[in-house]
């Protein structure tokens, strides 16, 4: 299976402190995208880095990836209680015409308190 | 606003009985999806559609029927062969294949 793992499988931090999630996967990909998910509720996209990138910013998250190892991660910064949510790597193996499909790791269930 | 709809949020299966859940989009994407995740449990892929009457099966696709038969929809049936629905699906849509998709908010399933 090409699925991706996700750890930690839970993350508990305080308000204020940075939060990192990491991914490894199995094969090799087009890029990786990352989302994020509330309780009860569709998945929101966050972020997506190609192949070729190493390093991607957003706002606070920073995504790194290194196609070597075969890991991503995610970094939140100053994190602030509504970052609580579960969040997933997603990887892309194919191009249009090969379906590019993604494949979603378990997730990091992040919990932020005030 | 442009988005995702899906319904009925909730909905409950009696045995033997087929079940379908509407997905709509107003993006004007081409590729559809629809995945299942269970409790703690990443998404799994049940059918995908690139392309409006062509359709593909994912990798859990047992028990399930898909239909494309415009941009805009993409329903899924829940058959009676589906010994185990209980689960939460999703919808998604995405430009093309390969791009980050969009997520409508879901449809609880329970059997009765």
């Known amino acids: 299976s090409q699925q991706g793992e996700e750890d930690p499988q839970a993350l508990s931090i305080q308000e204020g402190e940075n939060a990192t999630m990491n991914c490894s996967y199995k094969?090799?990909?087009?890029?990786l995208q990352w989302y994020r998910q509330n309780s009860g509720r569709g998945l929101v996209h966050l972020i997506l880095?190609?192949?070729?990138?190493r390093e991607k910013h957003s706002g606070r998250l920073r995504v790194t990836l290194d196609t070597s190892k075969k890991s991503s991660s995610l970094l939140i910064t100053a994190s602030r209680a509504a970052d609580t949510a579960s969040y997933f790597c997603?990887?892309?193996?194919?191009?249009?015409?090969?379906?590019?499909?993604?494949?979603f790791g378990q997730g990091t269930e992040l919990s932020v308190k005030p | 606003d442009g988005g995702i709809t899906q319904s009925p949020k909730y909905l409950f299966r009696k045995e033997g009985q087929n079940v379908t859940l509407s997905c709509e989009q107003n993006?004007?994407?081409?590729?559809m999806y629809w995945y299942r995740q269970d409790p703690g449990q990443g998404l799994r892929l049940i059918y995908y559609?690139?392309?409006?009457?062509?359709?593909q099966k994912g990798d859990i696709a047992e028990g399930y029927s898909v239909s494309r038969e415009k941009k805009e929809s993409f329903p899924l049936t829940v058959t009676s062969a589906q010994k185990n629905p209980t689960a939460f699906y999703l919808c998604?849509?995405?430009?093309?294949?390969?791009?980050?998709?969009?997520f409508g908010d879901g449809t609880r399933l329970s059997i009765l």
């Open positions: 880095i190609r192949s070729n990138e």
């Open positions: 997603a990887t892309v193996w194919g191009g249009y015409n090969q379906g590019g499909k993604l494949i």
């Open positions: 559609s690139q392309i409006v009457n062509d359709f």
């Open positions: 998604a849509s995405s430009i093309i294949s390969n791009q980050p998709q969009h």
């Open positions: 993006l004007n994407h081409d590729a």
């Open positions: 094969t090799s990909i087009n890029n």
